[in-house]
């Protein structure tokens, strides 16, 4: 016998028929019906809760979030707790942090070293970066989504340049751009584009005076068919509950939606970074990795639910 949850569920399902059907004799005595139907009572509670355990042990789609220049995953986090409330129980979120930058100031690459005139032009310039989500794909993959907002907008068709093909099945992409001022990158970016046809979401805020709407766009034509959302009311943010697009936002995790949408919005909820640029500018203290695990029913109780109902069913 394997013993994972989806062993238990054939074994659970039988357990659940038997003690669903009429029992295989009624005693005149009844004392000794009652304990009959004690036994029954006590395997069906056993194999519902052996299928509670199966179901509730199951992973959920999880998501790789990139935060934005200067902030942290932890922070990030924060600043979109609209969004993971929304998707809780659907979709487990995972914040990484940028290898560069310090404290709780992180990037996922450093301006050039001669000022946003003088382009750098190593395509592994950050080498780092690409490290570091590579351990935690390794560690905690499968990943469903690569979502990205600003600097970390930017830094999503990077990795996905370097990922394996298959890695993500869709990408969301907040407040982004091209990351102009680091030509290696845009060439690796460029050579991987449109990446397999990946589906992607692009949304941007009309009154985004960090990274204007048109090199968001920029960035959109670099896949094939994204879903474009232009939230009327949205700065520099992803967008919260108060936004008119962010309903459109969760169909589109849930979904893939392709078609480009507007909408009008009201307040996001979030914090901005980096300038038009690609600057990086520090905003909100945090630190670390932040992630949430699915619950994962202990063996020990597994195996003592298996030998109860067993032992109901053969005393």
């Known amino acids: 016998l394997v013993c994972t949850p989806n062993s238990f569920r054939p074994l659970a399902s039988i357990l659940r028929i038997i003690a669903l059907s009429p029992p295989p004799r009624f005693a005149p005595n009844p004392l000794c019906f009652l304990v009959d139907m ?3 009572l006590l395997i069906t509670v056993h ?8 179901r509730s ?33 659907e979709y487990e979120f995972v914040f990484a942090d940028g290898a560069y930058g310090s404290g709780s100031s992180k990037l996922w690459v450093s ?12 395509p592994h310039f950050a080498d780092l970066s690409l490290d570091a989500l590579d351990a935690i794909v390794a560690a905690e993959g499968p990943f469903y989504g690569l979502l990205g907002y600003s600097q970390g907008s930017a830094f999503a068709p990077v990795y996905l340049s ?17 990351p102009s001022t680091h030509a290696g990158l845009v060439s690796s970016i460029d050579a991987a584009s449109p990446f397999g046809g990946l589906p992607a979401l692009v949304w941007m805020g009309a009154n985004d005076y960090v990274i204007s709407n048109s090199m968001t766009s920029e960035q959109a034509a670099l896949f094939t068919s994204p879903q474009i959302i232009t939230s009327s009311a949205g700065y ?3 967008p919260g509950q108060g936004d008119g697009t962010f309903s459109q936002v969760l169909a589109s995790i849930r979904s893939g939606e392709s078609d480009s949408e507007s909408g009008s919005g009201g307040s996001g909820s979030g914090s901005g970074d980096d300038s038009s640029g690609g600057e990086n500018v520090t905003l ?12 994962y029913a202990p063996f020990s109780l597994l195996f003592i639910l298996l030998l109860s109902a067993v032992w109901e069913l053969i005393y």
Do not use: E, W
């Open 57 to 89: 042990s199951q992973a959920l789609p999880k998501i790789l979030c990139l935060h934005g220049g200067g902030m942290t995953g932890a922070s990030f986090s924060s600043s979109i707790q609209d969004l993971q409330n929304a998707l809780a129980g």
């Open 47 to 54: 194999a519902s809760l052996l299928l509670l355990l199966a």
């Open 162 to 178: 370097h990922a394996p093909a298959g890695t993500f099945q869709k990408v969301f992409l907040f407040c982004g751009y091209v």
């Open 284 to 295: 909100d203290p945090g630190a670390g990795v932040g992630s949430s695990s699915p619950p």
């Open 38 to 40: 004690s036994r029954l």
């Open 236 to 238: 520099h943010a992803v």
């Open 111 to 122: 301006d050039p070293p001669g000022g946003k005139g003088q382009a750098t032009t190593d």
